[in-house]
Nanobody, 115 residues
């Protein structure tokens, strides 16, 4: 059974940092792109950052220069280092893993940035 477990969310003041982790288990087949999405109250879910199996990254304009996505293929884990956080970064952050047998989502972790 495939399972994605996210951790690292919480409450932080503006200008602070958080590091999110998403560990995938139960995947006995190929993992491709891993990504982070977020959804703020009343807004559509948006892509924050993605990283291919070869390490090529893609960040949304709103987080460029502040957020960094990385992955540890040996641990089937993707990370999101978030620096210089702003109140508008407040959202539920979810990881997504694309595999050769479909894609899977984590349950989401709340990130709240106070002003």
């Amino acid at each position: 059974q495939v399972q994605l477990v996210e951790s690292g969310g919480g409450l932080v003041q503006a200008g602070g940092s958080l590091r999110l982790s998403c560990a995938a288990s139960g995947i006995a087949f190929g993992i491709g792109t891993m990504a982070w999405y977020r959804q703020a109250p009343g807004k559509q879910r948006e892509l924050v950052a993605a990283i291919s199996s070869g390490g090529i990254t893609n960040n949304s304009v709103s987080v460029k220069g502040r957020f960094t996505i990385s992955r540890d293929n040996a641990k089937n884990t993707v990370y999101l280092q978030m620096n210089t956080l702003k109140p508008e970064d407040t959202a539920v952050y979810s990881c997504r893993v694309l595999t050769s047998r479909g894609d899977y989502w984590g349950q989401g972790t709340q990130v709240t940035v106070s002003s």
